[in-house]
């Protein structure tokens, strides 16, 4: 998934950065029609199980916290659709790929853990 880093990593110049972040910027990465499908469908899987799990809470404070915590909402489908968006942009891709969903949702559910 993502590298890890290690005190052995090569060190990047500033300057190779900025043009490395400057040349992404140009990059205009579109998501392909059955990515999209696909996107919309690992939403609507993600409200059901956050639905599930607020509905199996037995405690109303549990109830309550997990109606909180996982609760997919219509802008952290724009987050999840942006991320993807932006990692394609990293590898100057044309088009959004599947990793690149997968690894955004895989962001958006660790930023949510608690």
Not at 26 to 32: D, G, I, Q
Not at 60 to 76: D, G, H, W
Request: net charge positive; proline share 5%.
């Amino acid at each position: 998934k993502s590298p890890v880093v290690t005190s052995e990593a090569a060190t990047v110049a500033p300057a190779v950065l900025r043009h490395y972040i400057a040349q992404a910027r140009l990059v205009n990465p579109t998501v392909p029609r059955d990515l999209s499908m696909y996107l919309v469908e690992a939403y609507v899987t993600m409200r059901r199980q956050d639905a599930e799990a607020a509905a199996n809470a037995s405690f109303n404070a549990l109830r309550k916290q997990a109606s909180e915590q996982t609760q997919m909402t219509p802008r952290q489908l724009l987050s999840i659709l942006r991320l993807a968006t932006a990692l394609a942009r990293l590898r100057f891709a044309k088009e959004v790929s599947e990793a690149d969903v997968e690894e955004a949702i895989r962001l958006v559910h660790m930023s949510k853990a608690p």
